[in-house]
């Protein structure tokens, strides 16, 4: 599993499941819209979407959030963009690469459960972010599968 993981050639021969590939494009494709939407839009990405009462900070602690919540994004955005070039270009990687993104989640969530946001009301960004963290799982696992002719 291990040599699936840290394959010694990076070229495009990929052989887990074709699938994992279709999947992993759907995610970049969601996290990157999820990423922009943060940089330039982040004041309703976070009210309404995260349901992070913002208005009610300080101008100068909306700012200040705001800043730090479009430099999040930047770092997704830049994930997702890293995600696009193994996919295209990097296949054997993909493996490592939705281990990376599973790991990333996870930590943010450590974050998220060690320094809370408070929040109100029901948003729908934290149940769009499981979903696509079920679909990045299912894509690793498929990733691991081998099979009989290269991608």
């Not at 982040?42 to 009462?53: E, F, N, Q």
């Not at 948003?123 to 990045?136: L, Q, S, T, Y």
């Amino acid at each position: 599993m291990l040599k699936r993981l840290l394959p010694s050639v990076a070229d495009f021969t990929y052989t887990g499941s074709r699938v994992s590939l279709w999947l992993l494009g759907l995610v970049l494709v969601m996290k990157l819209g999820i990423a922009l939407g943060a940089i330039f839009n982040g004041h309703d990405a976070a009210s309404v979407a995260d349901g992070i009462p913002i208005d009610t900070y300080t101008p100068h602690g909306t700012r200040a959030f705001l800043s730090l919540f479009a430099a999040l994004g930047l770092s997704q955005f830049v994930l997702g963009v890293l995600g696009v070039l193994v996919l295209v270009r990097y296949r054997p990687l993909v493996p490592l690469f939705l281990l990376m993104l599973i790991i990333e989640y996870l930590a943010r969530k450590g974050i998220n459960a060690w320094l809370p946001i408070e929040r109100t009301g029901h948003a729908p960004g934290g149940a769009i972010n499981w979903a696509i963290f079920g679909v990045v799982l299912l894509a690793f696992v498929l990733s691991l599968r081998q099979k009989e002719r290269a991608v």
